[in-house]
């Protein structure tokens, strides 16, 4: 058994630790957290949890037992990844929108408005992968985690610009770029880990003078723990819950009565289907720039090419022919590190049409227009769908 992935009540019921709200709660290291209103934790340099301290019980505050997977000899601090689902999306970006949205650190009205108006502005370019569109923040206490994984890796960087003060919009951006990495096929590159670890740290470092020391709750600090895991296990959506979420809707339609026997009833379910199909029934993902999902139509049909240029499909020829155009492409400004060496571009004007064979495309991207610059100007921002993208050689 790789790991076990489980949000941070379930950590703690399993390795028979204190809950998330407690002084010892931190499964990483051995902080003590302080009250502010509620438990907080204002460092990021302590010295870390390691099995034969967790086996040992060296911090005995931070144990309710001894888990039974403890005596089994398992691994019980790095097998339990942080999972980025709770953690980040559910976490610290809707903790993020909520503070702009009320409280001391609220931001303006107009500022408010101005976001809401980019959502709604930008719903017809969510490329059909996206199974949910952005909402207004109105309807925050509903949001799901897939909606706030689009504001956190795609939208915001264009709904949130010129609508709340620089040095928040900036700090959100260290955010936005950290698991931008964490999330990519380079997740376990040295290098990328390395500068991701240190925009998340920054990250952490600057909550508290931006948002106040009742801020720094254990999401917050967690952060400062989750390049440790890409290190280990690569990209963060191998080791998410996104998969266990989905499938949720088909358990529960496996449950037949009010019994508790929950787990017999799905598993007799399950050897049901296998025996009344007599084989497994699968349907493989088609590849995303695979030639049958090739568009021209407006969110579907930007890509990138295998010599690493942005094209916009203007016309789908054939199965295997399409025309395009090149985008003129420059680097993002304000970014906490060069955007072009995360593929992510501003892009300012097209090229003449051309056609070329489907084979090429080897990558979609999200284009989403960047409000702020008025109309009448090409001004778009293309950021690459982060599955199983690789980037390039790290750059300041």
Same mark, same amino acid.
């Given at each position: ?12 019921? %399993?390795?028979?630790?204190?809950n ?24 990021t340099?302590?010295?870390?949890? /390691?099995?034969? &301290?967790f086996?040992?019980? !060296? ?7 001894t888990?039974?997977l403890?005596?089994? +000899?398992?691994?019980?601090? /790095? +097998?339990?990844?942080? =999972? ?10 809707? +903790? ?31 490329p059909?992968?996206f *199974? ?13 985690a ?58 952490? =470092?600057?909550?508290?003078?931006l ?7 254990? *999401? ?18 191998? %080791? ?8 949720i809707?088909?358990? !529960? ?17 399950? +050897? ?5 199909? @007599? ?5 493989d ?18 890509f ?6 942005? %094209? ?7 199965? *295997? ?10 680097k ?11 593929? %992510? ?15 090429? !495309? ?11 610059h ?10 690459p769908?982060? *599955?199983?993208? &690789? !980037? @390039?050689?790290?750059?300041n």
């Amino acid at each position: 058994m790789s790991c076990i992935i489980c949000d941070a009540p379930a950590r703690s019921f %399993i390795k028979c630790c204190k809950n998330h709200n407690s002084y010892y709660a931190c499964e990483r290291c051995a902080i003590k957290g302080r009250y502010a209103g509620r438990v907080v934790y204002l460092s990021t340099n302590m010295n870390k949890r /390691t099995a034969s &301290s967790f086996s040992n019980q !060296l911090h005995k505050k931070h144990h309710t037992g001894t888990s039974p997977l403890a005596e089994l +000899k398992f691994q019980m601090v /790095t +097998k339990f990844p942080l =999972d980025y689902m709770h953690l980040v999306c559910l976490g610290v970006m809707k +903790k993020l929108l909520k503070a702009w949205m009320k409280g001391p650190n609220r931001i303006s009205v107009t500022g408010r408005r101005i976001i809401n108006q980019n959502i709604s502005n930008c719903s017809k370019f969510i490329p059909r992968e996206f *199974n949910r569109k952005p909402r207004p923040l109105n309807f925050i206490s509903f949001f799901k985690a897939t909606e706030l994984r689009f504001f956190l890796l795609y939208g915001g960087i264009t709904f949130f610009r010129n609508a709340m003060p620089f040095d928040k919009y900036r700090h959100f951006l260290k955010l936005h770029c950290a698991m931008f990495i964490l999330l990519s096929e380079s997740a376990k590159d040295q290098g990328w880990n390395t500068r991701a670890g240190q925009l998340l740290k920054e990250f952490v =470092d600057e909550s508290e003078l931006l948002y106040g020391k009742e801020f720094m709750v254990y *999401n917050i600090h967690s952060l400062s723990h989750l390049a440790d895991d890409a290190g280990r296990f690569g990209s963060l959506e191998t %080791i998410s819950a996104f998969p266990f979420e989905n499938e949720i809707q088909q358990l !529960l339609k496996y449950f037949r009565g009010k019994n508790n026997l929950h787990l017999q009833q799905v598993v007799n379910r399950i +050897k049901e289907r296998n025996e009344n199909a @007599g084989m497994v029934r699968r349907t493989d993902a088609k590849k995303i720039c695979s030639p049958s999902s090739v568009s021209s139509i407006r969110g579907n049909n930007c890509f990138r090419f295998d010599d690493g240029s942005i %094209i916009i499909v203007t016309q789908v020829v054939s199965e *295997n022919e399409i025309r395009y155009r090149i985008c003129e492409c420059k680097k993002l400004k304000h970014y906490p590190i060069r955007s072009t060496s995360l593929s %992510i571009y501003r892009v300012t004007g097209y090229s003449k049409v051309y056609q070329s064979n489907a084979d090429k !495309l080897i990558h979609k991207c999200v284009l989403l227009p960047d409000l702020q610059h008025g109309e009448g100007q090409i001004n778009l921002v293309c950021i690459p769908f982060v *599955n199983d993208f &690789s !980037l @390039g050689v790290p750059l300041n």
